[in-house]
């Protein structure tokens, strides 16, 4: 069994490092002696990641990148493998939501008149399309760009993050789970594409986790406690509680080893039983 999660010596590179999920998924990889680019927008943000890895023994890089941006992913990936000489591993951690990319919860005639309520009617195009951009555009070229040098060297893993708003269609963002939905797709095509090439391709769908990202939807400003929705959410999750970011590191060390080598093109709920449960 040892042998089976044993990833020692491997390169991980982590988009969206320097945030609250993925930071503590590059902490656990480097904490299984694997080598971790930490790779962010927020420069700062993936240094200081990067630096509590270093504190603990471990090896990481800091690269502040837009996945958005071809030749920025480009460079990053020279940098990369001029440091480690490889990359083995690819965790798309990038992504999130907008609030001008979010919605009331139902349509009702009245909101049309109510200039404080923002409806399907009034999103605005540009956020939308920007929420739609991070999550699936910002998966996609990253994996086409680390997903090259993975292919040429005869094998890797790229490990995607869905959502359940994927899996279980949730009010009020459409942009970020029709990118989810997307990215859920992508991640089967992908593994039927790379599967010749020794590259296994998979997916998490995290349930409800508290971020920066989420947080003003889930939890009430002024008071800290947990708005209408977060109640609904936590009403529908048979486990009773937000997950915690170590809640996923299980999952994603059997996905990036060879314990799961005859797995390759699904999109594992890691979510307290939320999926599993229809309200009754």
Known sequence: ?????????????????GG????????ALAAEGVRVA???????????????IE?????ALAVQV???????????????????????????????NHPRA?????????DLEDSGVQTFFDLDPEAAQSVFNLNFTGTFLPSKIFGEAMAAQGGGVILNISSMSAMRTLTKVPAYSAAKAAVSNFTQW??????????????????FF???????????????????????IIAHTPMGRFGNPEDLVGTVLWLVSDASAFVTGVVVPIDGGFAAFSGV
Do not use: H, W
């Not at 927008?41 to 630096?51: H, I, P, T, W």
């Not at 504190?55 to 090896?59: A, P």
């Open 20 to 27: 609250v999920l993925c930071s503590e998924l590059a902490r």
């Open 210 to 232: 508290l971020t920066e990202q989420n947080r003003f939807l889930l939890t009430d400003k002024e008071t800290g406690g947990l708005t209408e929705r977060g109640k609904k």
């Open 38 to 52: 930490v790779l962010d927008y927020n420069g700062e943000a993936a240094r200081k990641v990067a630096g509590e």
């Open 55 to 59: 504190e603990q023994g471990g090896t």
């Open 1 to 17: 069994m040892n042998a089976l999660f044993n990833i020692q010596g491997k390169t991980a590179v982590i988009t969206g490092g």
């Open 66 to 96: 837009n996945v958005l941006e071809n030749e920025e992913l480009v460079s990053a990936k020279e940098l990369i493998l001029k440091e480690f000489g490889k990359i083995d591993i690819l965790i798309n951690g990038a992504g999130g």
């Open 190 to 207: 992908l593994a039927v594409y790379l599967a010749p090439g020794g590259v296994r391709v998979n997916a998490i769908a995290p349930g």
């Open 102 to 110: 979010t919605t009331n919860e139902f349509f009702s005639r009245e």
